[in-house]
């Protein structure tokens, strides 16, 4: 072989070896420029998240200072005309975005700790939730079932141990949230949704507040009452509410019930007004408020839903949980069900 061929084939691996060198260094390039494009995307996205979630968290900070003001105007009556009650879009300044935000009243729910066996109401408060899934055409059973599980004599854990998939105990103690009812037997998905907007988790002293009870939870009160006596009766409440519980024990639609229980106390020497009926369950005012915040926000979605409890004596506010997993707020009303319009809410 001449030098000159020899050579030749020199070169040609050198180009080679060039060429190969410089498809590793272009392809080591692109994978590095899309990389950093991937992190430049991911921070961003991250970054309109936390932007997001800090103005739903601002906008928890805004549902304080309103309930307080709202305390400092008026103490002793809260009822759903006043402004906290409003639902509200708001626009986010200057950036693009807006707020939708909600606040409902706690204490306008039926109370699912009322049934714990040291509630000194725990038999009464069973028939109205027994009442209540009636009026939603869900089984009374739910009621029994939930008791169990509140009760640590009852040997729920029997059920939940012995027959689920996924054995799991039952709680004997006051829930948090009123989605642990969803682990008791007969309450499905399409169940809880219906009761839902009904029910809530709040110490067994809390009150039914009879000014933001939804004509539903009124009809539970008793199982002679019917929807359309629920409806009258939030009509009762006019504008401002019930000024106090006299104002409601004395309406139209409850007199009639309360009378006849003091009639058959009289004849029986019984005392069925003072555990059926009793005033000390109901309140005008209340201290525990829901609120839900959802965040729309250059094209990203954050949400908070708190329970809030506002101090009747100096109208200091705590927050007792927030729930960032939930994309829709609670609604008013089971599907197919609309008792609202009679509740006297203004719309903003």
Not at 195 to 221: D, F, G, M, W
Request: glycine share 6%; hydrophobic share 40%.
């Amino acid at each position: 072989m001449t030098p000159s061929i020899r050579m030749g084939q020199q070169r040609g691996v050198a180009l080679l070896m060039v060429l190969m060198v410089f498809a590793f260094v272009s392809l080591l390039a692109t994978a590095m420029i899309d990389r950093e494009s991937t992190d430049i995307q991911r921070a961003s996205t991250l970054f309109d998240i936390q932007r997001a979630r800090a103005y739903a968290e601002g906008a928890e900070d805004a549902v304080r200072t309103g309930l307080f003001l709202d305390w400092n105007q008026e103490r002793s009556v809260d009822h759903l005309n006043e402004e906290w009650a409003q639902e509200r879009v708001l626009p986010l300044d200057p950036d693009p975005g807006r707020v939708l935000l909600k606040i409902a009243d706690a204490q306008g729910r039926f109370n699912l700790n009322g049934l714990l066996p040291t509630a000194s109401s725990a038999d009464v408060q069973a028939r109205r939730f027994r009442n209540l899934l009636n009026q939603l055409g869900l089984d009374p059973m739910i009621a029994t079932h939930w008791q169990r599980w509140l009760n640590k004599d009852s040997q729920a854990d029997e059920l939940y141990l012995g027959r689920e998939q996924h054995p799991y105990r039952a709680s004997y103690r006051a829930c948090s949230h009123s989605s642990e009812l969803m682990l008791i037997e007969g309450v499905t998905r399409a169940a809880y949704q219906r009761l839902e907007p009904y029910i809530a988790c709040l110490p067994i002293t809390v009150t039914l507040n009879v000014n933001t009870a939804s004509a539903l939870v009124l009809a539970a009160l008793d199982e002679r009452m019917t929807l359309a006596d629920g409806q009258a009766l939030a009509g009762e409440r006019g504008e401002k509410g019930f000024a106090s519980v006299d104002d409601f024990w004395n309406s139209s639609i409850i007199s009639r019930y309360t009378q006849q229980l003091n009639d058959s106390e009289r004849k029986d020497g019984g005392d069925a007004t003072a555990t059926r009926w009793d005033r000390a369950a109901f309140d005008v005012k209340s201290e525990y408020f829901e609120m839900f915040a959802r965040v729309e926000f250059a094209g990203r979605i954050a949400t908070l839903e708190a329970l809030l409890q506002r101090n009747h004596s100096d109208g200091s506010l705590t927050t007792l949980y927030r729930d960032f997993s939930r994309r829709e707020a609670r609604p008013a009303d089971a599907p197919g069900i609309s008792t609202t319009a009679v509740n006297n809410r203004n719309q903003p």
